[in-house]
């Protein structure tokens, strides 16, 4: 069955510590990935995403993303938190007509 | 460029009852989708449509329906209503190409009592 694994519901990171958010996908084919991140009480933006080409991709707000193939990962990166990013992040990936979403992760940022 | 709007924001309803929510996609854009969120669940897909019609539908009941006008503008409407329908109704719009990125709207807060 096609899925999208966030494996971490909840992270803590300190302000300026690095950040890594994990994403796994389960399809045949290499699907299109997308990061999304909601604030509270807000719709989805999309931060990143990744089509083809070159496996690392840049994305807002200092966000970056690197697709593994042999891994079917594609875990979304930032150097330094500010505590503006306390969000919750969602991986997605895109099939035809049709988007799977992953559970979410959700971040604080401790000043 | 307006955003995708979602009305209304917030509303609450009685088991029971029905509730139609609306969806304006950006100028442009053809496709409109519509997505549960619930904190046990996260997003589920419920249905996308493209040019009126629905191409895709994800695995809810019957009560779920929703259809799309020649301006793009979606409704999704909820009949019956059961307290497990208490979600965030996020719609998102995109455009014709397949998988192109999602644009997403707030979201309406259907709260049922």
């Known amino acids: 069955a096609q899925s999208v694994t966030q494996p971490d519901i909840h992270i803590t990171v300190s302000e300026g510590a690095s950040l890594e958010l994990r994403c796994n996908y389960s399809y045949g084919a290499t699907p299109y990935l997308f990061w999304y991140v909601q604030s509270p009480g807000q719709g989805l933006q999309l931060l990143l995403k990744y089509f083809s080409g070159d496996t690392l991709v840049q994305g807002i707000k200092g966000f970056e993303a690197e697709f593994k193939r042999s891994q079917s990962s594609f875990n979304l990166r930032k150097p330094s938190v500010h505590w503006s990013d306390a969000a919750e992040y969602f991986c997605?990936?895109?099939?035809?007509?049709?988007?799977?979403f992953g559970t979410g992760t959700s971040l604080t940022v401790i000043p | 460029k307006a955003g995708v709007t979602q009305t209304p924001r917030y509303l609450i309803k009685t088991r029971g009852q029905q509730v139609t929510l609306s969806c304006s996609p950006i100028s442009g854009h053809r496709s409109v989708s519509w997505y549960q969120q619930t904190p046990g669940q996260g997003l589920q897909f419920l249905f996308e449509y493209f040019s009126e019609t629905q191409r895709n539908k994800g695995n809810f009941p019957g009560r779920f329906s929703g259809r799309q006008f020649s301006n793009s503008r979606s409704e999704m409407n909820v009949s019956t209503l059961e307290l497990g329908d208490s979600a965030l109704y996020l719609c998102?719009?995109?455009?014709?190409?397949?998988?192109?990125?999602?644009?997403f709207g707030e979201g309406s807060r259907l709260t049922v009592l």
């Open positions: 998102a719009s995109g455009t014709a190409a397949n998988t192109g990125e999602l644009f």
């Open positions: 997605a990936v895109g099939l035809g007509n049709q988007f799977y």
